[in-house]
């Protein structure tokens, strides 16, 4: 139907210059009319359901670009100011910047952006309106998540963190104009602004995860939840305070692993220290976080709360003991969360598939996340349905959207799952802290307890000497993982004790989590409970 539109009005553009023999009036509203289909029906090909058709889409937004480049430049527009202010609002540079955000052509996305808020700017000058400020809001947060994408292309340091600042105030900005808006907005228009405020927030998010700024992350996580909340409070059966729950809960569930990985033995980028043992006693117990890898036996520390970093020496480390980050109570945390998330992903795609089919991009996207949450569980069964969803994902956007940058990362991420699943095959294979670290064999556990106990040995002074204590043994075993290790413990330890009496409390572990990979037993449908293991039962607090 929109085709024959454009036909139509084409007709009708080309009929008026014959009988008229120049540029009217009526042939400028007939072309501002021809400009907003063209946005239409690219916005319908964006977002279809059945496949995004981003070259249509792009073709259509160009066109429309060309007919208000050609528009503007009629005189006698000018002299009419409220024709011009409705021609420019058609903003198909700011659709077209969306477009290339979700093609990943992100210096595309940045120039169409940088047009589109240049013109809202202006625009405003002429008339302002709540239409505009929406408008604006929405280029802010869409300029914003795509320079941030810019700036992880790059490697960490001063070129990340500038884009990733630009990104930064861009969002804030928006989070600014979807506020103000929030509070004069009624009805539906209320529940479409408070949308883009809590995604603003989201993306934001992810901003000041990349600038390092992980507390005030969680802050804006937290105010996103705060408007689903209002949300689901005026209206029960608002879809906002779902989505956000969801969008929240993955948050979270990354971030506990992170603070888990932080909290744990084998120093390495990001680990959580304090200082210890140093000769300048101010210095003794200061906190701080590893910033590299280790040379000369020196570490390279931030000081916490402050802008320098030293290099000190392993032995005057020690590991940050904090009753709310203790490592069985971080993987409790990593656990409860991982559960919740893939719950409320299953709920989400038994929703899609009811409403909408399994034959739509939503679906599939839903597919997606589902199926890497269920990966990251790292245990067999739930693997094997995540490489069943990963596969009808991919089959539907092969077909229907060829070029998605989903398709290509679901493609990646069931071949890892597959990797696993080979790994899963092979004898004693599997992951002693399922949701957390991946399997491995036996080999690679004694790998990694040989440098375990390197550190430990470094860290407690004891480097030129072949042992350690069992006080050390006993503390970095369960920093590890290992939180039922009892003993008993001969002293002093050698590397070969110590390796033998850790993979063999791994061994023990890995079989409390077992859960083996019945194909026939699987279940039919993608969005079945899987089977947990016996262990994580009572770890779900």
């Known amino acids: 139907m929109v085709h024959k539109e454009i036909t139509l009005l084409r007709r009708q553009i ?102 589109a808020h240049d013109l809202i700017q202006e625009l405003i000058l002429i008339e302002d309106s709540p239409d505009l400020q929406e408008l604006l809001g929405v280029t802010f947060t869409v300029h914003g998540e795509a320079l941030n994408r810019l700036a992880l292309l790059h490697a960490p340091g001063q070129g990340r963190s500038r884009e990733s600042r630009v990104a930064l105030e861009k969002q804030q900005t928006a989070v600014r104009i979807f506020s103000q808006l929030e509070g004069s907005s009624q009805g539906p228009l209320l529940n479409t602004i408070r949308c883009k405020l809590m995604a603003t927030w989201t993306s934001m998010a992810d901003t000041l995860d990349t600038l390092e700024l992980h507390a005030e992350s969680k802050t804006a996580i937290a105010e996103a939840r705060a408007i689903g909340h209002r949300a689901s409070g005026e209206d029960s059966t608002c879809q906002l305070h779902r989505q956000q729950s969801i969008d929240a809960c993955t948050k979270h569930t990354m971030d506990a692993r992170m603070d888990l990985d932080d909290h744990t033995p084998t120093l390495h980028i990001g680990s959580k220290i304090c200082l210890h043992g140093l000769i300048n006693q101010a210095m003794n117990g200061r906190q701080g976080t590893v910033l590299g890898e280790v040379k000369n036996n020196r570490f390279g520390i931030q000081l916490q709360g402050e802008q320098r970093q030293i290099s ?64 990251l569980s790292n245990k067999p069964l739930e693997t094997h349905q995540a490489v069943k969803l990963f596969d009808s994902s991919i089959r539907f956007m092969t077909q229907h959207e060829p070029n998605s940058q989903i398709l290509t990362a679901t493609k990646i991420v069931r071949d890892e799952a597959l ?42 002074g004891r480097a030129t000497e072949l042992t350690i204590t069992s006080s050390s043994m006993s503390l970095g075993l369960y920093r590890y993982g290992l939180h039922e290790f009892k003993g008993p413990i001969p002293t002093p330890i050698d590397q070969a004790t110590f390796i033998k ?41």
């Not at 590991?319 to 993987?331: C, E, H, I, V, W």
């Not at 095959?425 to 440098?451: G, V």
């Not at 023990?508 to 279940?523: E, Q, S």
């Not at 409970?529 to 262990?535: A, E, F, I, N, V």
């Open 501 to 541: 009496i850790a993979c063999d409390e791994i061994d023990k572990m890995k079989k409390t989590t077992l859960t083996p990979l019945i194909p026939g037993l699987t279940p039919s449908t993608p969005v079945t409970k899987p089977q947990s293991s016996p262990s994580l039962a009572g770890d779900d607090t």
């Open 312 to 375: 000190i020496q392993i032995i005057n480390l020690r590991y940050r003991d904090d009753p709310a980050q203790d490592s069985l109570t971080l993987y409790r945390k990593v656990v409860a969360q991982a559960l919740r998330e893939i719950e409320l992903r299953r709920v989400k795609l038994q929703s899609l598939l009811d409403k909408l089919g399994s034959r739509h991009i939503d679906t599939a996207r839903a597919q997606f996340q589902l199926g890497s949450a269920l990966w």
């Open 14 to 115: 080309l009929e008026h210059k014959a009988d008229h023999g120049q540029f009217t009036r009526e042939v400028a509203r007939l072309e501002l009319i021809l400009t907003e289909t063209h946005v239409k029906l690219g916005d319908l090909l964006r977002t279809s359901g059945r496949g995004i058709h981003q070259q249509g889409s792009e073709e259509h937004y160009l066109q429309a670009l060309k007919a208000v480049t050609r528009l503007k430049q009629q005189a006698f527009l000018i002299e009419r100011p409220s024709l011009l202010y409705h021609l420019r609002t058609d903003q198909a540079a700011s659709h077209l910047g969306c477009l290339y955000r979700d093609q990943h052509l992100l210096d595309k996305a940045s120039e169409q952006l940088t047009q």
């Open 419 to 460: 990797e696993a699943l080979v790994k899963f095959e092979t004898k004693d294979t599997l992951s002693a802290w399922p949701y957390w670290r991946p399997p491995t064999a036996r080999w690679e556990d004694e790998r990694d307890m040989k440098s375990l106990f390197r550190e430990l040995r470094a860290m407690s």
